[in-house]
């Protein structure tokens, strides 16, 4: 497993907190990645301007996409690794704005979590922090994939 996955893992059961980034007392899906940024590294690269459940959508700007750009590495979306981080568009013609890592892209894993097939790991509202199957519907929506910067690692 990767390391990036791993440490996502060490996440599943922080509660949904919108705008949170702490580890066991709540997230969402920018504060998980926010949070492996900062175990991975130390200090984040930018602190985030505050945002409402529909940021970017009323100007309709890929804030998400932008800023994860900046700081992660673009991969082309076929190929799926563990450790992946994966940018979402939740609805045809918004914007993305859902984040999360890829935990296994086939195989087994261990408790909690989807017994086989892929999987990632993301803060999702109402659910807190949780291993989800990578479904055909979720994959449908991933637009864009990520490695954090590997010489930081």
């Keep these: 497993m990767s390391r990036v996955a791993e440490a996502a893992r060490g996440w599943i059961g922080t509660p949904y907190v919108h705008q949170a980034s702490c580890k066991g007392a709540g997230c969402d899906c920018l504060g998980l990645i926010r ?10 690269p930018e602190a985030p301007p505050a945002y409402t459940m529909d940021w970017s959508e009323p100007q309709g700007a890929e804030a998400l996409w932008q800023a994860a750009a900046r700081h992660l590495l673009a991969k082309p979306l076929a190929e799926a690794a563990p450790g992946d981080v ?20 086939t195989g087994l ?33 991933i637009v864009a994939r990520f490695l954090f910067p590997k010489e930081l690692i």
């Design 86 to 105: 994966i940018l979402f568009r939740m609805r045809p013609g918004s914007v993305a704005k859902h984040l999360g890592v890829q935990s296994a892209v």
């Design 35 to 44: 949070g492996l940024w900062r175990e991975l590294y130390g200090t984040e």
């Design 109 to 141: 894993r261990a408790a909690p979590g989807p017994a086989e097939g892929p999987a990632f790991i993301h803060a999702y509202a109402g659910h807190g922090v949780v291993e989800s199957p990578l479904s055909p519907p979720w994959q449908g929506r």
